[in-house]
């Protein structure tokens, strides 16, 4: 099988660090915070390079956008079994604003420059929960794509004959569906489980080649059409009132006008 | 909250102050300097004290060390933390985790080739303060397969024996131990009694001896044993389990290092053909090579549980709430977590230093036996100190530190005893060895 794999994988905020917000309010603290790889994206990639060891696949390609720190993100995916990667620049105001929109063009565009038979993402970000990205450059590729979403077994994606096959979990029990390839899809939490970079491939990602690219070479425009307004903490939490009898909640709550 | 709001004002303002003081001395032309002064000060943006990295040990890593060391840490945290209590509190040794490790090639991780990762000294320095993080159980058996067992057979075996065993080694297949210590000379490896006599008809060695506290012998499949042959020299040989006249003993009752199987190696009239000699080296050179191989992973190691107490006594203190206020308001607290704080960087600068010395071929054993020493001695100073701190709640396993506490009694002890290494270091430093009665 010659397919080639695209993931995309993005750079945030540790999932186990408290987030602080800016005193300014337009953003969260990202200085000296310490940053990963989106979870979601570790399954993505552990994904293809699990379809590459199935040798179902040939080459497995990750691609980040951002500034110049998200190379440690793909020099991870590189140590999980990735071949090569892409760096796609983007950084000061073109960063905070760059959106699932402005990732997909920049998906779309290559996947077709580096003829990709398969797009692999994370269902969402953590930092901005969107779950935007993988539906959109789909549809700007007019690819099929689809979520295997979580399956306690083995939730599979396999390739066969041309055809995606992507099992998964459904209310009554498990659909299995065959799509056309080329072909997005986006991993969901239980997918699979991420492998720990070993010692060996951590060094082989040395050598691996990261291309540096820049969204104009690409023929995207990276402006945003959204403008944050203002980012808050959620409201404190207020302490409750306890009541002795269903008669007085019944009371409160009219009193509230909730009922 | 004045006294607070006041103390406050007082850190803020000192550099202000100095800078008015200053000013004022000079006279009319001040204001001006001072202004100059305050707007660059406003420009370089404050650098915050990260009492997890006081000295930023993180930006002296390559992106590499970096990666092997978070990779290493999640293993850790995930699948070694939620095994330890258990495993320590019943005495169990899980074989498992080295075919774990194995899979990670964690194992020998300095060797090149053979199926080893060929990293740097720094990077096992790093991977060895991960295990130990969690139990120096765990890191002795690691350091003993890595240091103890493939580092003498990559160091002084042949290619054979090379190609023979360090894969297997490498992927866990197959546990090692090293044979060195005796019930009757501990300290003194040079007057071991475990004999080795060589015989021309069979072209085997007769071993005979007894070895004991060999971290792994109980379920190793080779025991790398050194023995004096008859011209008096030391040599190191590879027994195999399954040769006659050789068993390993469990030794019961030890309340160190729980984690990991200690026992005894011993040798009546074992067979071993020739062909498991270790042919390049011979002398106490042999042992000691791999025991300072061993030592600098302690070294690092060593302060990877001090961490732990330190970070674990900080959370306790900072949540337990006596007298109305958390115990982390306390002076005698806050005194001993800045006593930890600060051996513990400056422990980590130092064997940062010594890894890179390593890496460049420009140390000595006694660059180690410094910093084994004083990384054990500091990191059991700091689990006793954390374990006090916890109050009774210290002394119950759940809590992991009492655990810590026992388990640097050994370590301190193993791999050359604290007052060894000081005997070691002081013969350097004044030209006069001390180990022994006589000039």
Redesign the interface.
Known sequence: MSARVLVGVKRVIDYAVKIRVKPDRTGVVTDGVKHSMNPFCEIAVEEAVKLKEKKLVKEVVAVSCGPQQVQETIRTALAMGADRGIHVEVSGKDYETLGPLQVSKILAALAKKEQADLIILGKQAIDDDCNQTGQMTAALLDWPQRSPEDGTFASEVNIEADKLKVVREIDGGLETIKINLPAVVTADLRLNTPRYATLPNIMKAKKKKIANVKPADLGVDVSSRLEVLKVDEPPQRQAGVKVETVHDLVGKLKEAGRI | MALRRALSRLLVNSQRCSLISVSRAQGTSAPAAYEEQAKKAAKTPKV?FNWRDALDLEGLLT??EI??RD??R??CQEKLMPRILMANRNEHFHREILNEMG????LG?TIQGYGC???SYV?YGLIAREVERVDSGYRSVMSVQSSLVMHPINAYGTEAQKQKYLPKLARGEILGCFGLTEPNHGSDPGGMETKAKYNPSSRTYTISGAKTWITNSPYADICVVWAKCEDGRVRGFVLERGMNGLSTPKIEGKFSLRASATGMILMDEVEVPEENLLPHVSGLAGPFGCLNNARYGIAWGALGAAEFCFHAARQYTLDRIQFGVPLARNQLIQKKMADMLTEITIGLQSCLQLGRLIDQKKYNPEMISMLKRNSCGKALDIARQARDMLGGNGIADEYHIIRHVLNLEAVNTYEGTHDIHALILGRAITGLQSFTVGK
Do not use: H, N, R, W
């Open positions: 915050q992106e590499e990666m092997i990779s290493f999640t293993y899979e990670l090639g964690v991780p990762a060929g990293t990077a």
